[in-house]
T-cell receptor, first 114, second 112 residues
Framework: AQSVTQLGSHVSVSEGALVLLRCNYS??????LFWYVQYPNQGLQLLLK??????LVKGINGFEAEFKKSETSFHLTKPSAHMSDAAEYFC????????????FGTGTKLQVIP | DTAVSQTPKYLVTQMGNDKSIKCEQN?????MYWYKQDSKKFLKIMFS???????INETVPNRFSPKSPDKAHLNLHINSLELGDSAVYFC???????????FGSGTQLSVL
């Protein structure tokens, strides 16, 4: 069975500081991994996805994530936080992608302090 | 040019009532989903339809009945609403050729 664990339900960073949101996954087969962002009162939007190509994945808004099989991790980073990055971030895993089931983590709320 | 639209955005109702949430996508996707997000932001899949056929049903009470009249629509009907049904319900869609989910903006259901 697949699952994801997001470490830290709340993360606070200063504007301009590094953003690091942690995600560890469990999957019985090579996984597809995703990061989604949810702004207040909106649906989720895809930030980036890993589908067994390059291990370092670049997404929108300057975010990137690195797939590390040995650590079963897929942490999300951004070199310099912007106020507009304040949102809820969800890591997700799918064992086969497409229409198969995507399992979401419990989310990490990112607060950016001016 | 909304991609995935769901209505209503807010729904407040009494226990025991029956209500429906509608969802439409204009992306030409062949798969549609309903997700439930609880008060702790935990997002869990409820149903998935591919080409109007049910392919995922995640131990959801049978008070919840999805209906897909065509590939572009997936409606959610809920009978005998309970307090625990209060949540935000998200519709989503995807193409079999791409793993990306496109979400609607959610329906906040409050059962009083």
């Amino acid at each position: 069975a697949q699952s994801v664990t997001q470490l830290g339900s709340h993360v606070s960073v200063s504007e301009g500081a590094l953003v690091l949101l942690r995600c560890n996954y469990s999957s019985s087969v090579p996984p597809y991994l995703f990061w989604y962002v949810q702004y207040p009162n909106q649906g989720l939007q895809l930030l980036l996805k890993y589908t067994s190509a390059a291990t370092l994945v670049k997404g929108i808004n300057g975010f990137e994530a690195e797939f590390k099989k040995s650590e079963t991790s897929f942490h999300l980073t951004k070199p310099s936080a912007h106020m507009s990055d304040a949102a809820e971030y969800f890591c997700a895993v799918s064992e086969s992608g497409g229409y198969q089931k995507v399992t979401f983590g419990t989310g990490t709320k990112l607060q950016v302090i001016p | 040019d909304t991609a995935v639209s769901q209505t209503p955005k807010y729904l407040v109702t009494q226990m025991g009532n029956d209500k429906s949430i509608k969802c439409e996508q204009n992306l030409g996707h062949d798969t549609m989903y309903w997700y439930k997000q609880d008060s702790k932001k935990f997002l869990k899949i409820m149903f998935s339809y591919n080409n109007k056929e049910l392919i995922i049903n995640e131990t959801v009470p049978n008070r919840f009945s999805p209906k897909s009249p065509d590939k572009a629509h997936l409606n959610l009907h809920i009978n005998s609403l309970e307090l625990g049904d209060s949540a935000v319900y998200f519709c989503a869609s995807s193409s079999s050729a791409n793993e990306k989910l496109f979400f609607g903006s959610g329906t906040q259901l409050s059962v009083l």
